[in-house]
């Protein structure tokens, strides 16, 4: 079946550098969204991405949706403590537009 | 407006039992999805409702099953628990399906199977 490939698996940055973390797939995408799990919460929705090419900004963070529709990537720019966590990218595949396939995740770890 | 709650948070159970796990979703949401977390494997699709339908399934053996009452509220149980099914158990609402992406998640509910 569809699997997504996010790398890295995790991360340990000096706090103000800046991040970049991908999600790729062998099939194409129609729909690329990354959301951020905070220890002990669920995931919350990020940045959600729509058509090839896309490149979508939330504040800090900037994501784009590649136009080969088999990958995504997301920035966060100037990194601060409060963003460790786990950062997961999901798709729905564009020949099973009715599944959700989520990465494994990207473990962000920020030292002071 | 309140967020999706699950219930319980924490709970611990011994191989064989069964568990039934709730979630009520955000207010006007019809469509609530379950997940399974584990730190190996990400997140894991279980299923999906929407009206007090399932509308699409993971690939998940027979055990676990799930089911959506009127008010949008949802249940998944686990029967005949084993070890390999400790986990967190998140639940997701969104207003008319995941098919848009947007969902919203639940805190989850921490299974430990002894």
């Known amino acids: 079946g569809q699997q997504l490939n996010q790398s890295p698996q995790s991360m340990f940055i000096q706090e103000g550098e800046d991040v970049s973390m991908n999600c790729t797939s062998s099939s194409i995408f129609n729909t690329w969204l990354w959301y951020k799990q905070d220890p002990g919460e669920g995931p919350v929705l990020l940045i959600a991405?729509?058509?090839?090419?896309e490149l979508t900004s939330n504040g800090r963070l900037t994501a784009q949706f590649g136009i080969t529709r088999k990958d995504s990537f997301l920035n966060i720019s100037a990194s601060i403590p409060s963003d460790v966590g786990i950062y997961f990218c999901?798709?729905?595949?564009?020949?099973?537009?009715?599944?959700?396939?989520f990465g494994k995740g990207t473990r962000l770890h920020i030292l002071p | 407006k309140a967020g999706v709650t699950q219930t319980p948070r924490y709970l611990i159970k011994t191989r064989g039992q069964q568990v039934t796990l709730s979630c009520s979703p955000i207010?006007?949401?019809?469509?609530v999805s379950w997940y399974q977390q584990t730190p190996g494997q990400g997140l894991q699709f279980l299923f999906e409702?929407?009206?007090?339908?399932?509308?699409n399934k993971g690939n998940f053996p027979g055990r676990f099953s799930g089911r959506q009452f009127s008010n949008s509220r949802s249940e998944m149980n686990v029967s005949t628990l084993e070890l390999g099914d400790s986990a967190l158990y998140l639940c997701a609402s969104s207003l008319g399906g995941f098919i848009t992406g947007e969902l919203f998640f639940g805190e989850g509910s921490r299974l430990t199977v002894l």
């Open positions: 991405l729509y058509k090839a090419g």
């Open positions: 409702y929407f009206s007090e339908t399932q509308r």
């Open positions: 207010s006007g949401h019809r469509s």
């Open positions: 999901a798709g729905h595949p564009a020949n099973r537009d009715d599944k959700i396939i």
